[in-house]
């Protein structure tokens, strides 16, 4: 079955930075379009940033400036670098994966980001 696992959250200091891993297994990932979302306390899960399998990528208004994802293919690992951290993102982020749906089918387990101010 498809697999999704999430690492590198963690308590940043506001203005910090992180680099958040997914790793996924049992879906053809070069054929996948990955994203990360979030979801903090009382709040909906968000989009944070996607990218297809040809490379392109899409990103919240939010964290435009200070995100980047990435993909390794021959490590069927995706990825999410976040720079100038601010409390305000802090959540749960949560790494998504589909193929020909809409929505995102696949989700991983989610990994705690703490920025504290």
């Known amino acids: 079955q498809v697999q999704l696992v999430e690492s590198g959250g963690g308590l940043v200091q506001a203005g910090g930075s992180l680099r958040l891993s997914c790793a996924a297994s049992?879906?053809?990932?070069?054929?996948?379009?990955m994203g990360w979302y979030r979801q903090a306390p009382g709040k909906q899960r968000e989009l944070v940033a996607t990218?297809?399998?040809?490379?392109?990528?899409n990103y919240a208004d939010s964290v435009k400036g200070r995100a980047t994802i990435s993909r390794d293919n021959a490590k069927n690992t995706v990825y999410l670098t976040m720079n100038s951290l601010k409390p305000e993102d802090t959540a749960v982020y949560y790494c998504?994966?589909?193929?020909?749906?809409?929505?995102?089918?696949?989700w991983g387990q989610g990994t705690q980001v703490t920025v504290s101010s």
């Open positions: 990218i297809t399998s040809g490379g392109n990528t």
């Open positions: 049992g879906i053809d990932f070069r054929r996948s379009t």
């Open positions: 998504g994966a589909k193929i020909t749906s809409v929505s995102m089918a696949y």
